[in-house]
């Protein structure tokens, strides 16, 4: 009797003590932060992908070589986008971290641990500044859908050419780098349908899996624009919602204050009615 009493309590303290844990986590920002670490790694990862295979692309079927030197060409260029992207992946890894603190921070559970008073003061700040730097990462990646949105098109061209050589025969037509700002005026580098270079970039896997990667990236770049608008929405109702705790704070204070001067003014005049009587 006894043992099943206390295995009772036992499993209702540990349900209350769950349910209070998950209503402590902020879903908003969990969600906004699974979105936001999708989209960077889709973008992360298949960009970097797809520009390996834009290299072997451009060197076996285009046969562009390395310019030797400092000379800042197409390849050069690749690899500052493989730094960059690096860097992407481990800045938006740290940031969905601390939004994610800041969630926790102003959820009830943080709140009645630290009190009212530290929740409204050091989270309006830290609010007010996540809004700020997350509207423009939003920008930023606004920018870089955009930038990646160039290869797409790019990619998209190269496939339609090769589509409509084995639907029409016959065709001959002709791609140049020049036009896309990959090489400069005075080199041509173009590949027309008759070549043997173009039907074999046509027939490999290789052309068609770097288009696809370029398009997966630009979803997940997408997908990170989402994911900052969703903050912006999460960290626009932490705001308000510490802005409101605040007031709250202020009208307590102000209500023990004058309730404390009420009972003084009270205590003081019965002090002395007391000694008018006596």
């Given at each position: ?37 999708a ?41 500052i ?6 860097g ?36 309006r700040?830290?609010?007010t500044?996540?809004?700020?730097l ?60 008759v ?23 630009l ?5 990170a ?21 605040c ?5 307590e ?26």
């Amino acid at each position: 009797m006894n043992f099943s009493f206390f295995s009772c309590y036992s499993s209702t303290g540990c349900f209350e003590c769950c349910i209070k844990c998950l209503g402590g986590i902020p879903y908003a920002s969990l969600i906004a932060t699974i979105l936001l670490y999708a989209g960077v790694a889709l973008f992360c990862g298949c960009g970097h992908e797809a520009l390996s295979g834009t290299v072997n692309i451009l060197q076996t079927y285009f046969e562009m070589a390395r310019t030797a030197g400092d000379t800042l060409d197409v390849f050069t260029m690749i690899d500052i986008f493989k730094y960059v992207i690096y860097g992407i992946a481990a800045a938006f890894f740290v940031y969905g971290i601390l939004l994610m603190v800041e969630g926790f921070f102003t959820t009830g559970a943080i709140k009645d641990l630290y009190g009212d008073f530290k929740i409204t003061t050091c989270g309006r700040c830290v609010s007010t500044w996540f809004i700020m730097l997350t509207y423009l990462f939003m920008l930023a990646w606004l920018g870089v859908t955009a930038f990646t949105s160039l290869p797409v098109y790019m990619y998209f061209n190269l496939w339609t050419i090769c589509r409509n050589t084995t639907l029409v025969e016959g065709a001959n037509l002709c791609l140049d780098l020049r036009q896309f700002g990959i090489v400069t005026i005075g080199e041509e580098k173009k590949i027309c349908t008759v070549s043997e270079n173009f039907l074999r970039m046509c027939e490999s896997t290789e052309l068609n899996m770097t288009f696809h990667l370029f398009i997966v990236a630009l979803a997940g770049a997408g997908a990170a624009v989402i994911a900052m608008v969703h903050y912006l929405m999460v960290l626009s109702a932490n705001w308000a919602y510490v802005k409101d705790a605040c007031r709250m704070q202020k009208y307590e204070d102000i209500k023990s204050k004058e309730e404390q001067e009420l009972h003084d003014i009270h205590s003081t005049r019965s002090k002395e009615r007391l000694n008018a009587y006596t």
